[in-house]
């Protein structure tokens, strides 16, 4: 393959590893904050305290239990989802510049 086609491939493969990973960031912001929505719904103030300082476990389980108490999906396939697409299109990226 030519210098200058590589170096595009290059390009092209830095540009999806740069939206895969706004993806992640906005993905994972906005669950981040829908997470502590569920949980101040549910347990208030002192739930959102709890759950900061548990960290990740809280924020694995409030998703499923939107979905499986409320019947609302959407905060389990936004967090799990925009992260899954976000491995894919990096992966994508990666491939592409040969890393």
Same mark, same amino acid.
């Given at each position: 393959?030519?210098?200058? %086609? %590589?170096?595009?491939?290059?390009? !092209?493969?830095? +540009? +999806? *590893?740069? @939206?895969?990973? !706004?993806?992640?960031?906005?993905? $994972? /912001?906005? $669950? ?6 569920? !949980?101040? *719904?549910?347990?208030? +103030?002192? $739930? ?10 809280? +924020? &694995? ?14 905060? &389990? ?6 992260? !899954?697409?976000?491995? @894919?299109? /990096? ?6 510049? *040969?890393?």
């Amino acid at each position: 393959m030519g210098n200058g %086609r %590589r170096e595009r491939v290059n390009a !092209i493969g830095g +540009f +999806f *590893k740069t @939206i895969g990973y !706004i993806v992640w960031f906005g993905t $994972g /912001i906005w $669950g981040f904050f829908l997470c502590l929505a569920i !949980i101040s *719904k549910v347990a208030g +103030f002192w $739930g959102i305290v709890g759950a900061l300082v548990l960290g990740p476990v809280t +924020f &694995l389980a409030a998703p499923l239990y939107a979905g499986f108490a409320w019947g609302n999906w959407f905060p &389990l396939i936004l967090n799990y989802g925009g992260g !899954i697409a976000a491995m @894919i299109i /990096i992966g994508i990226g990666s491939a592409m510049s *040969k890393e």
